[in-house]
C-alpha cells in the first residue's frame, strides 16, 4: 500500500507518485535535426473558464506528429476527477458532463501519465501560451512539478507562414476553414489536438518548403517574426 507523503507547502503525493515525478524526463533543447525526424506532441486542454489564475483544467488531448505524419498509435486523452466543479458555461460549451468530472481520473495520476506520454518532446498547441501557463500551474500545484518543455504556438506559425495567404481572423476555425480540414468536434480536447495536428502537419511542410527544415531554424524565424511583428504595434 502507497502512504500518502504529506507536504503542508506542496501536494500530497504518495511514494510511488513521487518517484514517477522524480524520474519525467528532462525536455529535449531545440534540435537541429529534420523536423520529419522530429517527434512533436500536439496538445489540447479543455479548462473550466479562461482566467489562468483561478480556472483549472478538465481534459487533456494529445496526439504525436513523427516521421512526417500523425501517428493514430500515440495518442492520450483524459478527464480530470473534478467533481466539485461548477457547471459554468465554459464546460457546457466543452460537453463535458458532470458524471465524466465526477469519474474522472486522479489529477495527480493524469498528469504524470501525460507528462510520460509527452517524454522529452516539445509540445504544439493553438494559442500555446495558454495551454502552458495552465498546464504548468497544474504540473506545479498538483506534483510540485516544473513545466520545462519549449511550446511552439499553432496560432504564430500559422500567419507566419502564410502571411499572403491568411483568413481575416486568427482563429482555429479560420485556418481550418482556409485549408479545407473538416472538424467532428470542435471544444473536445482530443478533437481539437486532432485538427491542430493536421493544420500543423499543413504548416510543417510549407516551412519545409521555406527552408525551415529543424526546429531550431524554426524557432529563429519565429523570434524574428515576432519582432517586427512588435515593431508594427510601435
Not at 51 to 66: H, N, T, W, Y
Request: aromatic share 4%.
Amino acid at each position: 500500500m502507497n502512504m500518502p507523503w504529506f507536504n503542508m507547502r506542496g501536494p500530497v503525493l504518495d511514494l510511488e507518485q513521487l518517484q514517477r515525478r522524480d524520474r519525467l524526463p528532462v525536455p529535449a533543447t531545440p534540435a537541429t535535426c529534420a523536423l520529419s525526424e522530429t517527434r512533436l506532441v500536439v496538445l489540447d486542454l479543455e479548462t473550466s473558464g479562461l482566467d489562468m489564475r483561478r480556472d483549472i483544467v478538465l481534459s487533456i488531448g494529445a496526439v504525436v506528429i513523427e516521421n512526417g505524419g500523425i501517428d493514430l498509435g500515440q495518442q492520450f486523452e483524459s478527464t480530470l476527477l473534478r467533481p466539485a466543479q461548477k457547471i459554468s458555461e465554459s464546460v457546457l460549451i466543452h460537453g463535458i458532463a458532470p458524471s465524466e468530472l465526477e469519474a474522472g481520473e486522479d489529477p495527480a495520476e493524469a498528469l504524470l501519465d501525460f507528462m510520460e506520454f509527452v517524454a522529452d518532446s516539445p509540445i504544439l498547441a493553438f494559442h500555446a501560451g495558454f495551454d502552458q501557463r495552465m498546464l504548468a500551474r497544474a504540473l506545479k500545484q498538483t506534483l510540485g512539478h516544473k513545466l520545462r518543455h519549449p511550446f511552439l504556438d499553432v496560432a504564430e506559425l500559422a500567419p507566419m507562414l502564410c502571411h499572403d495567404n491568411r483568413p481575416r481572423q486568427n482563429g482555429l476555425d479560420d485556418w481550418c476553414s482556409r485549408f479545407g480540414l473538416q472538424v467532428l468536434q470542435r471544444h473536445h480536447a482530443s478533437a481539437d489536438a486532432l485538427v491542430t495536428a493536421e493544420l500543423a502537419l499543413i504548416l510543417l511542410s510549407k516551412a519545409r518548403r521555406q527552408g525551415l527544415d529543424s526546429l531550431a531554424a524554426l524557432n529563429q524565424r519565429l523570434t524574428n517574426w515576432r519582432r517586427r511583428q512588435q515593431a508594427q504595434l510601435m
